[in-house]
């Protein structure tokens, strides 16, 4: 009893709670563990080392200076850290939002303009204030309507046109602006003839570099016995290796004035200013599918890492919260010169090897972040193009899933064929229409699917109360009943289905007298059904079949007393389970 005493929510408790939901830091802040420490300084410090040269590149992809991938890495990943759940999601500029930025703004600026950068900010206010908007009001659920299979199909697609977007920096050419993959692609192989050898050499140098950092370093690390807590650190700085050598190389050899190598420039140093976005309502508008399409592919992105990162340290992630952490990032983001951020995944799981224990981990990457804008951007001005290039081909290469493809293809040929209808309309339609076109074809194949759902008449299993499908197992079946089991929930879409079904059964046993539907499956029943069960009744009554309901859950049942259907049929054909329902009716001895 001094248990249950000591657990009930005072007010102060129940403030504590809210305070703690809301301001997720507070669980870490105040009870931090000095042993945490080290995990997340180091976790923050290589997650720096992989951002700064991330970000840049990322930037650029987007259509954005490359300062900007540094500014959308600093309050951001600062407010996260503050309202986020997870431990080790690592928020900043990520491959496929950065392109669906471009996407999105290119028709309403010219890349790069100073317009283009304020449309920019003002898409991280509308995904910023969407997010948050959706954590608050409880809604992430919505997200839900990308399922797995189109989420894969549209990343492994939008890969493809984001290794083909960075393909002329690798060879050096100009290609004429197109949304069209097909078009670029075309594009890109006359342009073959054109090829600067050098950057080409430079480019392909990077790759090698980067693939054998990712691919083959680790291995041979491992052969000679270093420890992984060196290891890794060593094998995740590929990308600042290749930032390094490529910039001795250019500045050393003055390849950007002899070789026509295109460079980064001037990167300006120090903190961005304070930033507001456009307040135009009509450019709200041309930027609201973008926004949407950012909130949802960025929180879908992030909560599946996150998820799968707090199970293995058996850790908890509000996915509501989640949606607020996200919006005050990119809000944050808005404020400082930024563009819309999410979480990554390669950084995350790096954090996550790294030891990052809390969200302090992300407040010292941002530091060091901010550290290097103010001080280190003069280092990046020899920086060449082809090295950013590399380093988002090597990014996107692993977000191509053909495993996922496999798997789900021989799992289920239908999830199967919404995966193929997004990639190929991402593909052929564009990113935005493309991922629609996706989430389209899925909701379509789930009304098919539960349009005709798995409907088994069942019996008896020997002497026990247990009642199984009388074409899966040895079951005795009663002369006068027909017992039918449906394996979904009843609505518009499947019920005329189960009538047919049904009034066949009836039709094919003339000796029955009793019909019993088993809901055990069921979780809802709509309007339609509703009407479909109340007409069964009557048809049924018409050919002297009493009807009966078995092993309705409580929520269902409720409605169906509140509206008056138990009456219509009566109370004592409403029956606990299956085998209750057969002693009601004379087929087992009571």
Not at 130 to 154: C, D
Request: proline content about 4%; aromatic content about 8%.
């Amino acid at each position: 009893m001094a248990f249950l005493n000591s657990a009930k929510k005072t007010p102060e408790n129940r403030r504590a709670f809210q305070a703690r939901q809301y301001f997720p830091f507070l669980e870490w802040l105040l009870h931090y563990r000095r042993e945490d420490l080290t995990g997340d300084v180091l976790a923050g410090l290589i997650v720096a080392i992989m951002l700064v040269p991330q970000g840049m590149a990322y930037a650029l992809l987007a259509g954005l200076p490359p300062q900007v991938g540094l500014y959308a890495s600093i309050l951001p990943v600062i407010l996260y850290g503050l309202f986020g759940t997870s431990r080790s999601l690592a928020v900043g500029p990520v491959a496929i939002v950065s392109l669906l930025v471009m996407t999105g703004i290119s028709p309403l600026a010219e890349v790069g303009s100073a317009e283009f950068v304020q449309l920019a900010l003002t898409l991280a206010f509308l995904v910023g204030i969407m997010q948050a908007l959706m954590g608050l009001m409880r809604i992430g659920f919505l997200v839900n309507f990308l399922s797995h299979p189109v989420l894969a199909g549209f990343t492994s697609a939008a890969a493809l046109i984001i290794g083909l977007s960075q393909v002329k920096h690798l060879l050096g050419v100009k290609l004429p602006s197109s949304e069209s993959f097909w078009e670029t692609a075309v594009s890109t192989f006359q342009a073959l003839p054109e090829t600067n050898i050098t950057i080409l050499l430079l480019g392909a140098g990077s790759l090698a570099l980067l693939f054998y950092f990712k691919y083959g370093l680790g291995k041979q690390l491992r052969r000679w016995h270093v420890r992984e807590a060196l290891a890794m650190p060593i094998t995740k700085s590929a990308p600042l290796v290749v930032v390094l050598l490529g910039t001795l190389l250019v500045w050393s050899l003055g390849l950007h004035e002899s070789a026509g190598v295109k460079i980064v420039g001037e990167v300006p140093a120090g903190l961005p200013s304070l930033t507001l976005p456009t307040f135009d309502l009509s450019i709200w508008q041309r930027l609201l599918p973008t926004a949407l399409t950012i909130s949802f592919v960025g929180y879908m992105e992030s909560i599946s890492v996150a998820k799968s990162l707090a199970s293995k340290r058996r850790q908890k992630v509000d996915a509501n919260q989640e949606l607020i952490g996200l919006g005050m990032a990119n809000l944050g983001a808005m404020l400082t010169g930024g563009y819309p951020v999410t979480g990554g995944l390669s950084r995350s799981v790096v954090n996550f090897a790294a030891g990052a224990n809390t969200g302090l981990a992300s407040l010292i990457t941002a530091v060091l972040i901010a550290f290097t804008v103010i001080f280190l951007t003069p280092l990046f001005y020899f920086l060449p193009n082809a090295v950013l290039a590399a380093i988002i081909v090597v990014a996107v290469a692993g977000l191509i899933d053909v495993k996922t493809f496999r798997h789900v293809w021989r799992y289920n040929k239908a999830d199967a064929a919404s995966m193929i209808v997004t990639f190929t309309a991402v593909l052929a339609l564009g990113i935005e229409r493309g991922i629609l076109v996706g989430v389209g074809a899925a909701i379509l194949l789930y009304i098919w699917r539960t349009s005709k759902p798995h409907v088994a008449v069942v019996g008896r299993v020997g002497d026990s109360e247990i009642y199984r499908n009388v074409l899966r197992h040895p079951v005795q079946i009663c002369p006068h009943a027909v017992v039918v089991r449906v394996d979904e929930s009843l609505y518009f879409a499947n019920t005329k289905y189960l009538e047919d079904t049904v009034l066949y059964q009836i039709a094919e046993r003339p000796e029955v007298t009793h019909f019993v539907l088993v809901g055990t499956a069921v979780n809802v029943i709509d309007a339609s059904a509703l009407e479909t069960l109340e007409s069964l009744i009557h048809e049924l009554r018409d050919a002297n079949v009493e009807f009966h309901l078995a092993a309705i859950k409580g929520p269902v049942l409720d409605r169906l007393r509140h509206i008056g259907f138990v009456d219509e049929i009566g109370a004592d054909h409403i029956h606990l389970s299956t085998h209750d329902a057969m002693k009601a009716i004379g087929c087992v001895a009571a």
